[in-house]
């Protein structure tokens, strides 16, 4: 059973990812004239964040060394982000954007909030990280503070949380409307990312740990 959810984890689940979002962008496609731009901007938030994991995964990978040596781990490739809470915080946030776009007519403003608030933290997140891992490779040739998720971030998720600004700008909503879409992204962070950490902190299990640091490879030759 551990041998099977190795294999899950470790790619597999990836790709189970990819395929979601390639799924969401045909019914992005097929319902472009029918669903309203509320429904369109969350459904394009679901095509994204697979092309985000991609960026931090698989190519050029190694977000997760970047996020872990934030978290100051004594073992950056094994706690607190492994291939296990990857694949909690990947497929559930994948999967809650999908359970969102098909119910947004029902949260319509609570919908586009989310999208603006994901994409906002995800960028402010890649930034600090990206500034962090500056600051510790400078020295061995780092010109940038580009990390694996930074292009995904700033080109695709903040234009489209300045989309769902604008509309929010032009349609009336309520306070307890916004905090529901906060509510949702923080629902994410805690049980989706900061509660799988804590589990991965406590138990440091090196079964799911990762085998190569990615893009900062070349700076620890």
């Not at 999908?98 to 007519?105: E, G, N, Q, R, W």
């Not at 994901?118 to 600051?135: D, P, V």
């Not at 600004?165 to 916004?178: A, E, R, S």
């Amino acid at each position: 059973m551990m041998d099977l959810l190795k294999k899950w984890c470790d790619r597999t689940r990836l790709y189970a990812v990819y395929f979601l979002g390639i799924v969401m962008g045909c019914a992005l496609i097929w319902n472009w004239g029918s669903w309203e731009q509320s429904q369109k901007l969350v459904c394009i938030l679901a095509i994204i964040v697979p092309m985000h994991i991609f960026e931090e995964n698989s190519f050029p990978a190694g977000f997760y060394f970047m996020n872990n040596t934030g978290f100051h781990s004594k073992e950056p490739m094994v706690y607190p982000q492994n291939q296990c809470t990857n694949m909690v915080t990947n497929s559930g946030a994948e999967i809650v954007l999908i359970i969102v776009t098909f119910s947004t007519l029902n949260i319509e403003v609570s919908a586009v909030t989310l999208v603006v608030f994901f994409g906002l933290g995800e960028t402010i997140n890649h930034t600090r990280s990206g500034i962090l891992m500056y600051q510790r490779y400078r020295e061995k040739g780092k010109k940038t503070i580009y990390g694996p998720g930074t292009v995904t971030s700033w080109c695709l998720m903040i234009p489209l949380s300045t989309a769902g600004v604008k509309w929010l700008t032009v349609h009336p909503f309520t306070l307890v409307q916004i905090l529901g879409g906060i509510g949702i992204f923080l629902g994410i962070a805690v049980f989706l990312i900061l509660l799988p950490f804590a589990i991965s902190m406590k138990v440091k299990s090196k079964r799911f740990a990762f085998d190569d640091k990615g893009y900062f490879e070349k700076y620890d030759r």
